[in-house]
């Protein structure tokens, strides 16, 4: 039965939610192609359970929610929570915000498009961009050579707290009033 252990680990831990025992045998029954006893399901679970428990281990198999899920156990909760704020301070750069904005007003716009703006090389910034998954590929130019063609994706809307790239600010919301020096005639 070592075998149903390892199968019902590894739907436990892809799963993205709690993952009930029904749900566990319906998965089993349809790889297996026989019905699994939702008794050998439970008493696998548990065994499983009771080998999370275990010092050995950083997380343990917890039941919540309707469902069985990989929790980290308490003692590690620092060290997640250092993980987690360092991950959060990851800004972006002066040259990824440049880059990005012109993605944002200009697109589709292709990386040369970028660099003839910006008047630097810009390839380390559209792939930051790119990996962050706040830009994305659009198509690919008609010009000569057919370049790239960028856009921002859902992910930019999500981290700027927009829906649509109309609700970015328009350049007139930064005009600023002109420099005065002296004192203002009438």
Request: hydrophobic share 35%; proline share 5%; net charge negative.
């Given at each position: 039965m070592?075998?149903?252990?390892?199968?019902i680990?590894?739907?436990?831990?892809?799963?993205?939610s709690?993952?009930?025992?029904?749900?566990?045998?319906?998965c089993?029954?349809?790889?297996?192609?026989?019905?699994?006893?939702?008794?050998?399901?439970?008493k696998?679970?548990?065994?499983?359970?009771?080998?999370?428990?275990?010092?050995?281990?950083?997380?343990?198999?917890?039941?919540?929610?309707?469902?069985?899920?990989?929790?980290?156990?308490?003692?590690?909760?620092t060290?997640?929570?250092?993980?987690?704020?360092?991950?959060?301070?990851?800004?972006?750069?002066?040259a990824?915000?440049?880059?990005?904005?012109?993605?944002?007003?200009k697109?589709?716009?292709?990386?040369?498009?970028?660099e003839?703006i910006?008047g630097?090389n810009?390839?380390y910034?559209v792939?930051?961009?790119?990996?962050?998954?706040?830009?994305?590929?659009?198509?690919?130019?008609?010009?000569?050579?057919?370049?790239?063609?960028?856009?921002?994706?859902?992910?930019?809307?999500?981290?700027f707290?927009?829906?649509?790239?109309?609700?970015?600010?328009?350049?007139?919301?930064?005009?600023?009033?002109?420099?005065?020096?002296?004192?203002?005639?009438?």
């Amino acid at each position: 039965m070592e075998f149903l252990h390892r199968h019902i680990e590894a739907l436990i831990f892809c799963a993205p939610s709690p993952l009930g025992v029904d749900e566990i045998g319906k998965c089993l029954t349809e790889m297996f192609e026989a019905e699994v006893p939702k008794d050998h399901v439970q008493k696998a679970i548990e065994e499983l359970r009771e080998k999370y428990d275990s010092e050995e281990f950083s997380f343990a198999l917890e039941n919540l929610g309707g469902g069985y899920q990989f929790l980290t156990k308490p003692a590690y909760q620092t060290s997640i929570s250092i993980l987690l704020k360092q991950q959060s301070q990851k800004r972006l750069s002066t040259a990824q915000l440049e880059t990005l904005s012109i993605i944002a007003y200009k697109q589709p716009v292709t990386k040369g498009d970028i660099e003839q703006i910006r008047g630097v090389n810009s390839d380390y910034s559209v792939q930051k961009l790119l990996e962050k998954e706040l830009v994305e590929v659009k198509g690919k130019s008609d010009g000569i050579g057919r370049p790239l063609l960028f856009g921002t994706s859902d992910k930019f809307m999500e981290y700027f707290g927009i829906n649509s790239i109309q609700d970015l600010p328009q350049p007139k919301d930064f005009s600023q009033p002109e420099n005065q020096i002296g004192e203002e005639k009438e």
